[in-house]
């Protein structure tokens, strides 16, 4: 019978493997941005059963490096990565994870982790305080939640709002059967974990309005105020508006000081997904695009996004932390209540991991200059990118970037299909291997999108990302 790997041997099993490990993000650039070996995936539909013997342990560190760096590693921290938002993790971050690990505390109620619980509600006041969504000082509840991500932030955020427009019977109760429907309102270019809310929420994924945007994304809010108009008229139960404060594909953020006058006339409640985002909130530099952030009911924002964290923290901040515990309160026997903040009360996940000290590590060690400094870098790259798009021939820009998003698509000859070529356009930049950005469909037009969400990427990358562009243009023909 083999025993567990003591912590020694674990050690002295570990030290060969650092330095290839710790590379992966001290030297991106010197891996491909993404390796993908088909037959990995394959392999994977044929697990065959549980291992009945042991394995030892540098044969398996063996296996991890091989395995996930040369056959199917997304490789982030790569500055010619220019998808889907991921992080590049800041080092401290990283250690945040680890030390947290190690210790195995949970925040999720203060016996658990009574330190963890406790700098979790400061780490949630500084965010807020980041972004500049101040209010309720003096609560004795902390300011928000931590969740795995943006998708349980926006959940927990209708959730919320369903309880507390409808009323706390909706709780005890359900949606009664041919009652009114209870509406909810955001642009065309929502992320679907807004739609998924509706659905777990037992509203309905119809009953989410996708209302129509303006050439550069943000929601029409003529169009918004006629549909909220029309639903009542209709006799539905308007919920919730829900403003986009960095759009996932475009970047783009609503007007939302004119969203919080119409939730305010109709008695609605005001949600923001800021989950890409709304950390340039209160920057000198972006704080307009933002005013009437600080009049919103709940904010989601992604620490695992524009705050530099590995995956697996998102945050929902809200005015009246009162209404965390009046949509999330429970009771069990087994569970005595002291007064002290339990956050297993207060939203929808039990034990948790205690993710959010890379967070209060990160935003020690850099402060609020450090991070600034981070984000005006990325925002500056993607400016550079909007500048240069603008100044070469047969390209166009969709809009210019408020936050660290930029898309743009090529114009081919007249009478090719412009959407099917920037697809094609699309592959045939991926085919090259050398650069990764993603295609989107915004008022229903395909742009290339390039997200900036490393904090190492500087000009001489987009201008290698255009190169990869415009060579791709010339392989593919105009
Ligand atoms: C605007 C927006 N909201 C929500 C989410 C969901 O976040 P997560 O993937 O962390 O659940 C994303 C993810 O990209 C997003 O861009």
């Not at 909706?170 to 270019?189: D, K, M």
Request: glycine content about 8%; proline content about 7%.
């Amino acid at each position: 019978m083999n025993e567990p790997t003591g912590w020694d041997d674990l050690i002295e099993a570990v030290r060969p493997y650092l330095d290839t490990l710790i590379d992966t993000q001290r030297k991106p650039s010197t891996r491909p941005v993404l390796t993908d070996d088909k037959t990995f995936y394959e392999s994977s539909r044929a697990p065959g059963p549980v291992p009945e013997v042991s394995t030892p342990l540098p044969e398996l560190l063996d296996e991890i490096v091989l395995t996930v760096l040369e056959r199917g590693y997304l490789n982030g921290a790569h500055p010619h990565y220019f998808g889907y938002f991921h992080p590049r993790p800041l080092p401290v971050a990283v250690l945040g994870d680890c030390i947290a690990s190690l210790l195995n505390q949970s925040p999720a109620a203060w016996r658990m982790g009574p330190a963890a619980a406790a700098m979790e509600v400061r780490t949630l006041a500084w965010v807020a305080d980041f972004i500049g969504y101040r209010g309720a000082e003096g609560s004795a509840l902390p300011r928000g939640i931590f969740t795995s991500g943006g998708t349980m932030a926006n959940i927990s955020a209708l959730k919320m709002a369903r309880d507390a427009v409808l009323g706390a019977d909706v709780r005890e109760n359900g949606l009664s059967e041919g009652s009114p429907h209870a509406t909810v309102y955001v642009s065309a270019e929502a992320h679907y974990s807004l739609s998924r809310a509706m659905d777990m929420l037992g509203m309905g994924r119809h009953s989410l309005r996708l209302v129509p945007t303006d050439p550069a994304g943000h929601i029409r809010v003529d169009a918004l105020t006629e549909r909220i108009r029309d639903d009542r008229r209709a006799g539905h139960r308007p919920v919730a508006v829900v403003g986009m404060a960095g759009a996932t594909a475009t970047g783009a953020i609503d007007p939302l000081a004119e969203l919080a006058a119409i939730t305010a006339e109709h008695g609605m409640w005001f949600h923001i997904d800021g989950a890409a985002a709304a950390v340039f909130a209160d920057l000198p530099r972006t704080r307009p695009a933002f005013t009437g952030l600080a009049l919103a009911d709940s904010v989601t924002l992604d620490p695992h996004k524009w705050l530099f964290l590995p995956y697996g923290l998102g945050c929902l901040l809200v005015r009246d932390p009162g209404r965390l515990s009046g949509s999330f309160s429970e009771q069990a026997h087994y569970w005595s209540h002291d007064g002290r903040t339990d956050f297993v009360y207060l939203g929808p996940e039990g034990a948790r991991p205690w993710k959010s000290l890379g967070l209060w590590l990160a935003l020690r060690h850099l402060g609020r200059e450090g991070y600034e400094r981070l984000l005006m870098g990325n925002l500056d790259v993607a400016r550079y990118l909007a500048a240069r798009v603008r100044t070469t021939d047969g390209l166009e820009l969709f809009a210019d970037p408020v936050v660290p998003v930029c898309c743009f698509r090529a114009i081919p000859q007249r009478g090719v299909d412009i959407d099917a070529y920037n697809a094609a356009l699309h592959e045939a930049v991926l085919r090259r291997g050398d650069v990764h950005l993603t295609i989107c469909r915004p008022n229903d037009e395909v742009y290339l999108r390039v997200a900036i969400n490393n904090h190492t990427t500087r000009a001489e990358h987009v201008d290698a990302l255009l190169d990869a562009v415009l060579e791709a243009r010339t392989t593919l023909g105009r």
